[in-house]
């Protein structure tokens, strides 16, 4: 099943998708533009395709769980304040306009004591067939800080050469949320996963044990 749409909204709790496909068309040239918008509590996305170019995916609020799917976009395009985790997923990343970089995530977390975020679980993130010719022209990041309590985990995932070596990015040059954000990677693999050359501020965190690794599991994100 296939629906297009500049912008799919789900808002009910409870809401269950399987096998469908959330594409909005509107091309990099449109800047933002949504395909799927969910604020829906205890969502799930089951065998999905969300695909677009910058902020395809707007996790509002909420819990929401993402299995199996697949996420097509450029900048921004994972993004919000919801507490979500993503298992087995394959994230592409897209050919930008030129002279973008893309950003996979910006979480929008602007409180510390709210248990949101984004945790990113045994996926694999390659570039997608448009991106691949130009992929050593184009940056790409893991994340940007679009909210000053920004918080995405990054664990046992497929990090393929498109990957910048710095990981993350700020946002817009500047130093918002620099002192407060929490990225963090563990147990990553492929050509892309190296930590050496990360970005050094000190709220990026090579994870390295089992009780911050606890943090962004299903339980802990979506339990509570």
Not at 50 to 69: K, N
Not at 116 to 126: M, N, V
Not at 149 to 169: E, I, K
Request: with cysteine.
């Amino acid at each position: 099943m296939i629906s297009n749409y500049s912008n799919a909204a789900i808002d009910g709790s409870h809401f269950i998708a399987r096998d469908i496909t959330f594409q909005n068309t509107a091309g990099p040239l449109k800047e933002q533009a949504v395909a799927l918008r969910s604020a829906s509590d205890f969502s799930v996305f089951y065998g999905c395709s969300i695909a677009g170019h910058q902020d395809t995916l707007y996790v509002q609020a909420q819990r929401q769980f993402f299995t199996e799917c697949k996420i097509y976009g450029t900048i921004d395009f994972i993004f919000g304040d919801a507490a979500v985790v993503f298992q087995n997923c394959l994230i592409y990343v897209r050919k930008p306009l030129h002279g973008q970089s893309n950003m996979i995530t910006a979480q929008g977390r602007d409180n510390e004591h709210k248990n949101s975020g984004i945790s990113i679980q045994d996926c694999q993130i390659k570039a997608a067939p448009d991106l691949k010719p130009v992929g050593d022209e184009v940056a790409t990041f893991l994340g940007r800080p679009w909210k000053p309590y920004a918080r995405v985990a990054v664990m046992n995932t497929f990090l393929d050469t498109l990957v910048d070596p710095q990981g993350w990015s700020s946002w817009e040059n500047t130093d918002h949320g620099l002192n407060t954000l929490y990225f963090g990677e563990y147990n990553n693999y492929g050509p892309g996963s190296s930590t050496s050359s990360r970005i050094k501020w000190p709220t990026f965190h090579v994870i390295g044990s089992l009780s911050e690794v606890s943090q962004f599991t299903t339980d802990a994100l979506l339990s509570t």
